[in-house]
């Protein structure tokens, strides 16, 4: 028995889902076939199986908290505050412990390994999105401090999270609206 995916035509989100990027003449959906796609293709995802690993390890326990802050601005106004605290909680009780300890422990500039990785990006945004929210969050972590320091000094990073770059500002009012008009009409 064969299968097949029937599309409408001009819809081209494989599960009639978002996200989609175009990309090397490709239209890919999935978060993660995404991120995998573009790191393989910058070079951002180790240099052997080992590596590739923590790599993916990494992001996925850091994209665990990442999507508590991207769905933040989709809560109620009554649940946004009581999501802040527990969205630090986790980050101060269960993710930022590790990573500290991994930068302070294995003694390589970076997360995995002497290169930039997916990992260490990921982390940025991560944090740097915390930062919009609880701008203290790092107070008890210097090892994560100096990490952030350092990866948003990196020129093509520095270069993106300055004002008047493609970086996407935090969603606003009228961001929120419009994806609750184009999702739940």
Same mark, same amino acid.
């Given at each position: 028995?064969? !299968?097949?995916?029937?599309?409408? $035509?001009?819809?081209?989100?494989? !599960?009639?889902?978002?996200?989609?990027?175009?990309?090397?003449?490709?239209?890919?959906?999935? =978060?993660?076939?995404?991120?995998?796609?573009?790191?393989?293709?910058?070079?951002?995802?180790?240099?052997? @199986?080992?590596?590739?690993?923590?790599?993916?390890?990494?992001?996925?326990? =850091?994209?665990?908290?990442?999507?508590?802050?991207?769905?933040?601005?989709?809560?109620?106004?009554?649940?946004?505050?009581?999501? &802040?605290?527990?969205?630090?909680?986790?980050?101060?009780?269960?993710?930022?412990? &590790?990573?500290?300890?991994? @930068?302070?422990?294995?003694?390589? $500039? !970076?997360?995995?390994?002497?290169?930039?990785?997916?990992?260490?990006?990921?982390?940025?945004?991560?944090?740097?999105?915390?930062?919009?929210?609880?701008?203290?969050?790092?107070?008890?972590?210097?090892?994560?401090?100096?990490?952030? &320091?350092?990866?948003?000094?990196?020129?093509?990073?520095?270069?993106?999270?300055?004002?008047?770059?493609?970086?996407?500002?935090?969603?606003?009012?009228?961001?929120?609206?419009? &994806?609750?008009?184009?999702?739940?009409?």
């Amino acid at each position: 028995m064969g !299968f097949s995916c029937r599309r409408s $035509r001009g819809n081209h989100l494989l !599960f009639q889902q978002v996200p989609m990027v175009e990309i090397d003449g490709m239209k890919l959906v999935q =978060t993660r076939s995404i991120l995998h796609y573009i790191a393989d293709k910058h070079h951002l995802f180790g240099k052997d @199986l080992k590596e590739r690993t923590l790599i993916d390890m990494y992001v996925e326990g =850091t994209l665990d908290l990442l999507e508590l802050i991207i769905m933040h601005p989709f809560l109620k106004p009554d649940d946004q505050q009581k999501e &802040v605290v527990n969205m630090a909680q986790k980050a101060i009780i269960r993710y930022f412990p &590790v990573f500290e300890k991994v @930068l302070r422990d294995h003694g390589q $500039r !970076f997360l995995v390994g002497n290169e930039l990785s997916l990992a260490d990006v990921i982390l940025l945004q991560t944090i740097l999105a915390l930062e919009e929210k609880i701008p203290n969050i790092l107070s008890a972590f210097p090892h994560l401090q100096e990490f952030t &320091v350092k990866i948003s000094n990196i020129p093509t990073i520095k270069k993106f999270l300055e004002p008047g770059s493609k970086k996407k500002p935090p969603p606003d009012d009228i961001y929120v609206r419009t &994806v609750y008009n184009i999702f739940m009409p």
